[in-house]
Each structure stands twice: as C-alpha cells, then as structure tokens.
C-alpha cells in the first residue's frame, strides 16, 4: 500500500509518531505539510517532510481554499494512492477530489463553536467523512462516545501513545519525594493560562519552595503570557521548547507532578485523550487532570494521579494540603505497575486497520 499524509503542522509529533509506526508495518508513505513557525526543534531528522507553505490563523474558508491550491499538484502527482488526512479539514478537501483516504482526528474543534447550528452541520460532516473513509481513527474513547452510540466497523480507537522507541527504553524506577519541595511541570503546546495562572498563585502562597517548570512553545501571546508569570514569581521557570520525544527523559527525570489540568469550559477538552496520560503514566509521574472529563476517568481507574479542579482556588488549596510524600509515592508505584504494553504504541496498533482496509477495499 502506498499512503500520502497530509499534515497541518509539520512540527506536530503525533503524526512523526504514527508515519514511522506505519513505515513499520511495512507501509510507504510520502509526507507533505503546512508550517505553523513553533516547535521547529520538533523537525524530525528521519521523515522527509515536503512543504505546502505557511498555514496562518484565518477563516474557515480561507483555510479550505488554500489547502484546495495547495493540495490540487498532489492529488495530480499520486493520483491512485491512498491519502491519510490529520484533521477534518484535510479530510475534507481530499474527498471533495475524490480519494481514497485514512482520517484521523485528535481534536474535534467544531465544539468549541459556540453557534449550536454550525456545531450539528460540522458534526454531520464529521460523521459523512468518517463513513466514507477507508478507515477513520479517532485518539480517545471519550471522542467515540460522543459521536456515536455503537462503534461503526471502520473506526479504531488509537490513542496517543509514547513513541514506539520507547518500547526499548528501560523505565526508571518510581519517584522518591522529598517532603516541602515539591517540582509541578506543564509540557507541551502552552494554553490554559486560567488554570496555570490560578495553581501557581496559591502554589506560590501554600509553599514558596515550591517550583512549576514550562517546556513549550506557543503563539506570541501565550510567550507573552509564559514571560511575565516568569517575572512574577522566582517559582516559576521557562525552559523553553523541546524535542519531543528526544528529551522526554531528562524532561520526566526532573518532573515530580506533572499538571495537566487543562480548562475544560469546551467540549473537545472534557472527552479528549491527551498523550500527557502516557508519557507520565510511562516515566511514573504522577498527573494531575481536571474533573469531569474522560481523563479523569482513565486517571482515577489506573489510580496514578490527582483530580483538581484549577479554577476553584479553594480545591487547589485542599489538594496541596494533602499532599504528603506517602501518598505521592504510592502515585508513582501505581504508575510503575501500569504495564508499557498498554501506553507505548506498537505496530499492532495499526495493523489491525491495515489489515481491515485490505478486506474491504
């Protein structure tokens, strides 16, 4: 089988992730993509990745016509391959032009619109897409659940998942802690001010010799943002972005909690899946995630970390107050009995789908 991917963001290393897992399973691909100007440290070495140009935040339309220019050569040049689609917007042009393609979607941003209308019509373009599709992988069961009552045959649940480099790497031991200093840690793309903002103030008061570490990138605004909570408070330190998952390691081995509680006024964030489950579950770190949320749920059923609504000052409080170098250790322990078969991605995780798609092409 000879597969295009087609990416909105060459940077973004889900899609590195899941092109070398196929190129595993004996797949060929050829991978094009749009920039987006962050994370460029994120460039793979091993993934030729052929440039579309710069993707900049626009309309919806706007966006469509331009992956319509942009994406017209390349139908052109492989016109009988299968194409595999990030995203619903990819999806969409590539059926508009009538190809065989793979969807994948990590993030159904149409529920962060807040016109209810627009929500049912993207829903049901979703759905359209998904049906048409040779084989459509969704990132969270919680995405799932949402979208349909009995899974259809041609959709896999693929979570985000630690790379399959990782299958090799040996874990380390579960964490000592050291009672009253304490190292909290956001990673990855930077966003959720509110709920940052919120835990390093009270964090800050409960504990000064506690430290909130930030690996990320981001817009000018959320730097902007990361800068001036720097200038605030000597506990809070920028280390910039990272290659991910080149400094996942070092990164974790300097991590004692890692927060993940993200502001789940949206949708799209309360049935969400994020990688951040794995990489701490693997490096037996605990996470703290916010309530009501399918994360939550897989948190609390694999009992590796905390869930803490941020924006309520005075849970953030009660939560600090309990912490006690026992109860974090016993976290750690629940991380390092969690087996890496079920957070490190494997070539079985898509087999399974090619081998689907082989029947019934």
């Not at 897409?129 to 949402?146: C, D, I, N, P």
Request: proline content about 4%; aromatic content about 14%; some cysteine.
């Amino acid at each position: 089988m000879n597969m295009i991917f087609l990416q909105n963001s060459a940077t973004q290393p889900r899609c590195h992730k899941r092109f070398r897992t196929f190129k595993q399973a004996g797949v060929e691909g050829v991978v094009y993509s749009f920039n987006r100007n962050w994370y460029n440290v994120n460039l793979p070495k091993d993934i030729q990745i052929n440039s579309l140009g710069e993707l900049l935040p626009g309309s919806y339309f706007k966006r469509l016509l331009l992956y319509i220019r942009k994406l017209r050569p390349v139908f052109n040049t492989y016109k009988d391959s299968v194409y595999y689609c990030y995203g619903q917007d990819m999806a969409f042009v590539t059926a508009l032009f009538g190809k065989k393609y793979i969807y994948e979607e990590s993030d159904i941003m149409y529920l962060e619109y807040k016109n209810p209308i627009v929500r049912s019509i993207m829903k049901w373009l979703d759905l359209r897409l998904q049906k048409r599709s040779l084989a459509t992988v969704l990132t969270s069961q919680g995405f799932v659940e949402y979208l349909y009552k009995q899974k259809p045959d041609n959709v896999f649940v693929l979570p985000n998942k630690l790379d399959s480099s990782f299958a090799e790497f040996q874990r380390p031991q579960s964490k000592n802690y050291e009672s009253g200093v304490l190292r909290f840690a956001f990673i990855g793309l930077i966003r959720y001010e509110r709920t940052i903002s919120a835990f390093v103030d009270e964090m800050v008061r409960f504990n000064p010799n506690y430290e909130f570490h930030i690996w990320g990138d981001g817009g000018d605004e959320k730097k902007k943002f990361v800068k001036e909570l720097c200038d605030k408070y000597r506990q809070v330190i920028y280390h910039g972005p990272f290659r991910n998952p080149i400094d996942l390691p070092e990164i974790y081995s300097n991590v004692d909690v890692n927060f993940v509680c993200y502001d789940t006024n949206g949708l799209n964030e309360r049935i969400a899946e994020p990688n951040k489950l794995y990489e701490s579950t693997f490096f037996n770190t605990p996470i703290m995630v916010s309530p009501n949320t399918y994360l939550s749920k897989v948190v609390e059923k694999w009992n590796t970390g905390f869930v803490v609504n941020c924006l309520d000052r005075k849970e953030i409080v009660s939560f600090l107050d309990l912490l006690s170098v026992d109860y974090l250790e016993k976290k750690s322990r629940n991380c390092s009995n969690i087996e890496s078969e079920f957070i490190v991605d494997s070539v079985a995780s898509v087999q399974q789908m090619i081998n689907y798609i082989k029947r019934n092409q």
